[in-house]
């Protein structure tokens, strides 16, 4: 199963600057086989951890977020760019390779001790899911797990994350080409 | 279950800016009686409408699009705010109050003739759907519907779709206050 959703994500070259190779999941979202075998694959791992909440990180987090808390039968919380969210916020930096950019999420999201599922579609160099696992902590929630379909470990968020204390789950990985 | 919905979504007043009371659906999706209630509502809308996929409007319409795209088996298309999509795109202009911005869509995610179930969370003055569905038109797709949670009828976004020639649905609607 992991090898079908392997072949279904593209690789465009250079994108979005030379030297990159961007692992683009739409192909795979788009193939209505290739986006059942994810969720189902995604659900068998959840389902007996007893999630309390899914949140899922701007833009494609959306995605496989609202599905797994919908098949979980949980609610969903989206973790968003700055001055996105129109309620009481709080917020979390970090580092862009110019400056930095923070991540908010409502204050009212999460209840403390929450078991809080964090999903995002791929993991680089793991800033933006870093910040948004501090910031869960912050609302005193329990993160179970950081999910992603995606890990590109020759960028070393996966690493980050473990030595900052998290779980990370990631279906598929990539290697530099 | 409609007024169940209705009640789980939070008004925000002046927010972006005064004047302006925010129709909040986060606190829907958070609450997982208001998401089960959501999701299944939709679902019996279209579970036999043959719908060949679903496309969802960047940023909040990808959760509800995605969800009915995996309830539905089929897959899903993102459409996004330009340059954030990494494969050959066609793209589609819309007004803001000052200027304009434009919308995308990978050319390969649909083909001729499918039958497509556009989604957002909200429709305000109509300018996003009605470019999105525009550029789902462009690539040949049939528009089933454009689907809402919430429609702003004062702002005439759901009129200006249906002049279009497009079908719109929306759950609930909220008056000026």
Chains 1, 2 share one sequence.
């Not at 279904?8 to 600057?17: G, N, S």
């Not at 919380?77 to 930096?93: A, D, H, Q, Y």
């Not at 999460?110 to 910031?135: Q, S």
Request: charged content about 30%; glycine content about 10%.
């Amino acid at each position: 199963m992991t090898e079908l959703i392997r072949s279904k994500i593209r690789t465009i070259p250079d994108w979005p600057k030379k030297g990159i190779m961007f692992r683009d999941v739409t192909t795979l979202l788009n193939d209505k086989e290739g986006y059942k075998h994810l969720v189902s694959l995604l659900v068998e791992r959840y389902k007996d951890m007893q999630i309390d909440i899914v949140a899922g990180i701007e833009a494609r987090g959306f995605i496989t977020g609202a599905v797994l808390a919908e098949k979980l039968g949980v609610g969903f919380v989206p973790i968003r760019k700055k001055g996105k969210l129109p309620g009481e916020t709080v917020s979390e930096e970090y580092a862009l390779e110019y400056g930095t950019d923070s991540i908010e999420v409502h204050k009212d999201s999460v209840k403390k001790g929450e078991k809080v599922l964090l999903v995002d579609d791929l993991i680089a160099t793991g800033g933006t899911c870093l910040a948004a696992a501090n910031l869960m902590n912050k609302l005193g929630a329990d993160i179970v797990e950081c999910s992603f379909i995606v890990d590109l470990p020759d960028l070393g968020g996966k690493k980050k994350l473990l030595e900052a204390g998290y779980k990370a789950y990631n279906i598929v990985e990539f290697e530099g080409d």
